[in-house]
């Protein structure tokens, strides 16, 4: 399968450019803005390296994809043009070129924004509604504070916890969640929220039912 990482050369998407490198059953299209990042991409494994701009037309990005993850970020510095219109225009592009899963990686309380980061959680939830609306296959992960601690391998997950655990998840079990999504049929067409847990990753996606 053919694998599009959009935001490749961020914390998440560089792990899970690695962890791709790692397995046959998928190749890694590492999708970057600038040309001196693919360097480092190659050297953590990506097999073909796309120079595209969330801003600018997605088009030639997406063309003979099967999945596509959306793992970019403008980090607070442009939320609205990048985590919101250009995840909205990559889930556009992705429709067009026919793309047969499109995992996105929100955050909590997207759906509830409030508090110093509303604007960045309304941004991640407008284009969350957005997918659910495009017709395209879909999961969309949301998970809490991230950290760089080492991977444990296990998580939770819900269609809504009532509070943020306190307990950051790491970002290699992030990225793992966001690969697995693409092998487990469960959870196409669905929503879920992520921490750290006690079950395994892909026991947690099979039996999940939200």
Known sequence: MKILIAGAHGNT???MVELLSKTTQHES????????QSEELKKLGANHIVLADLEDDL????????AVIFAAGSQGKDV??????????????SKEA???HFV?????????????????????????DYLLESGLTYTIV???????????GKVTIARHFEERKETPIPR??????????LDVENVKGKIFELFTGDTPIQEALEKYSG
């Open 80 to 93: 609205i043009g990048v985590d919101q219109e250009g995840a909205k225009r990559l889930i556009d592009a």
């Open 142 to 152: 949301r998970p809490g504070s991230l950290s760089f601690e080492a991977p444990t």
């Open 172 to 181: 290699a079990d992030v990225a793992q969640v966001l690969l697995s999504c």
């Open 104 to 128: 996105m990686l929100s955050s909590y309380s997207a759906d509830n924004p409030q508090g110093q980061l509303e604007n960045y959680l309304r941004a991640k939830g407008n284009a969350d």
């Open 59 to 66: 088009t030639e990005a997406v063309k003979g994809k099967d």
């Open 13 to 15: 998407g560089k792990i």
């Open 29 to 36: 299209y590492a999708m970057i803005r600038k040309e001196e």
């Open 98 to 100: 026919g793309v047969s």
